[in-house]
């Protein structure tokens, strides 16, 4: 029996090891597994998770209703206090809803103020500027600073740029999927802002790196998700400040509800708790009536966005990897430069990208796209007709996605196999040169 929180920890940790042997074949070259073991499981001392006492949520089981998206949409602030956007900003934004949106396009049209104009937006689209009652000039400062913020160590990837794709992403699996439906304006405006500050004041280096050399933020919170913590706790300080606090028309109870999830929410993108959230959400879908926590639901959601352009359209996926891995890279300068071990992933002059990338792929994002599109199935699906008005034909699924990252998965897989057989003619060569020059030492 394991009834010990010991044990209970033990089995957690065993469980990850059971997911990562999947992970195991030769296939998969040593530095690919070590990154995912070092990535997305935790081995520097398992964090012990808050109890899994659910927030209580307001019943909203009549709140589906096909007319709330209309009325939201609808719903928008026309006066004129609002931002202006100019027409190249509006051209591009007509495409906002679609899976593979051109952030970068974005970012031109706006001259580097995509979150600016993608908030804004989205906020009035939903209804929730007008539904909290915002200052349109309130939130104008709140989204420049945290524009700033995402700007301040000049990150290849983590910056402002991946705020919005990441924000624009959670979008389309509010709108698309029809999961708005599901959710009360509390809760998607909880979601739209989460997934804004997500990655807020991110250094550019990794956990592993702050815990490693002992960082300022490592020291404040006691090696456990470091960077996440400081997202959320930076986010809520900007709040605090009267210029920017965009929440001073919520109720208390509304307050406490908004932060509680914004908290879940980006804690769950701490990608130590990969393979735990992805089986406790199998787990749970496998049940006769699965019933599914919001606040566990909308994590699972916006982890998969935030991992998402290896599902997109090859070129965004591939400028995204090439800002990813140049930061890493950069990490790996730093780690040389203090006499650490390079981290997994992070040595510019030894690393086989396409084999990594298939890694990621495969391990990672397939699995965490599939997980959720199962779990969006369960919630979205229509309750059962009553007995005798079944389906004519039992063979049609009662409910299904349209799933877009299906197709581009494929196709970017397809993509990075082709430049795996390059690598590793590359590679052979190079070790080639190494055998033949004589006075080059042995490793
Ligand atoms: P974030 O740091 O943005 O909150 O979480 C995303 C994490 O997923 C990254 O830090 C990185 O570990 C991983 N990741 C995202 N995209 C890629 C990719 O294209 N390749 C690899 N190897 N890892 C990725
Ligand atoms: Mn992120």
């Given at each position: ?43 520097l ?63 031109e ?184 926590d ?18 997109k ?11 990813l891995?140049?930061?890493?890279f ?6 040389r ?30 699995p ?35 799933k ?40």
């Amino acid at each position: 029996m394991h009834n010990g929180q010991g044990s209970a920890k033990k089995r957690r940790l065993a469980d990850e090891d059971d997911e990562l042997s999947e992970v195991q074949p030769d296939a998969v070259p040593p530095e690919v597994r070590e990154w995912l073991a070092s990535t997305f499981t935790r081995q520097l001392g398992p964090t012990r998770r808050k109890s899994d006492e659910k927030p209580k949520f307001k019943s909203v089981a009549h709140a589906i209703r096909a007319g709330i998206f209309v009325d939201r949409i609808y719903r928008r602030v026309n006066h004129t206090a609002l931002m202006q956007f100019p027409p190249e900003v509006v051209k591009v934004l007509k495409t906002l809803d679609d899976w593979s949106f051109d952030v970068f396009a974005l970012h031109e049209s706006t001259q580097g103020q995509p979150i600016k104009f993608l908030s804004y937006d989205l906020l009035n689209r939903y209804g929730i500027l007008h539904k909290f009652k915002m200052v349109p000039a309130t939130l104008e400062n709140f989204l420049l600073r945290i524009e700033e913020g995402y700007c301040k160590y000049k990150n290849p990837y983590h910056n402002n740029l991946h705020a919005t794709d990441v924000t624009q992403t959670v979008h389309y699996m509010l709108c698309k999927t029809g999961l708005m439906n599901w959710l009360t304006d509390l809760e998607i405006f909880a979601t739209l802002i989460a997934a804004l500050i997500h990655d807020f004041e991110h250094t550019g280096t990794t956990n592993n790196f702050h815990v490693m050399s002992g960082t300022e933020a490592a020291l404040l919170y006691n090696d456990r998700a470091v960077l996440e913590n400081h997202h959320i706790s930076a986010s809520f300080r900007l709040l605090k400040e009267d210029d920017c606090n965009i929440l001073q028309n919520l109720s208390r109870e509304e307050y406490r509800e908004f932060r509680t999830l914004v908290i879940d929410m980006v804690l769950a993108t701490d990608m130590s708790f990969h393979f735990q959230q992805l089986k406790n959400m199998r787990n749970l879908l496998t049940l006769a009536e699965p019933s599914v926590d919001k606040s566990k639901a909308l994590s699972l959601v916006l982890h998969c966005c935030d991992i998402s352009h290896p599902a997109k359209k090859w070129e965004l996926h591939y400028r995204w990897t090439t800002s990813l891995l140049e930061e890493f890279f950069r990490q790996g300068d730093k780690e040389r430069e203090l006499g650490l071990p390079f981290s997994p992933l992070c040595d510019r002059n030894n690393i086989m990208i396409a084999e990594s990338q298939i890694g990621f792929i495969d391990f990672i994002v397939d699995p965490s796209m599939t997980v959720c599109s199962d779990m969006l199935e369960v919630i979205l699906a229509p309750e059962k007709p009553p007995v005798g008005k079944e389906r004519e034909n039992e063979n049609t699924p009662a409910f299904s996605l349209v799933k877009p990252w299906v197709v581009s998965l494929a196709e970017n897989k397809k993509h990075w196999k082709e430049k795996a057989v390059t690598e590793a003619v590359q590679k052979k060569q190079n070790e080639d040169v190494k055998v033949d020059v004589p006075t080059t030492k042995a490793e």
